[in-house]
């Protein structure tokens, strides 16, 4: 496509170790079922920060932005559909100037 983003969820390395690079596991139905929980679980608890956070229900502290930074990769990339590409790095300052930007 034209542009998108891979985030990995904390935790998920057990996960895709081996998935297509020879590491030989193979992973249980109820395993993988797990994963996808964890995963869900993880897109509806961070939905959860950005509206509280864009809206400025949470107040603009660190401890607070931290609910983003700790499950965003070091090495987190975002490819928007004009072909830019913006680090980890860029993207939470991003975010974080945006605080209540949404008040409602």
């Known amino acids: 496509g034209k542009g998108g983003a891979t ?26 079922l797990r994963a996808v929980q964890r995963c869900g679980k993880e897109i509806e608890e961070l939905h959860v920060f950005f509206v509280d ?8 502290q660190e401890k607070e932005f931290l609910r983003f930074a700790a499950v965003m990769a070091q090495d987190f990339m975002i490819v928007t559909a004009t072909g830019s590409v913006q680090s980890r790095q860029d ?6 100037c945006a605080h209540a930007c949404l008040l409602e």
């Open 53 to 60: 956070w864009f809206t400025g229900r949470i107040p603009r």
């Open 91 to 96: 993207l939470s300052v991003m975010i974080d």
């Open 7 to 32: 985030a990995r969820v904390a935790g998920d390395d057990d996960l895709t170790r081996g998935v297509g690079g020879g590491g030989g596991h193979t992973f249980s139905v109820k395993q993988r």
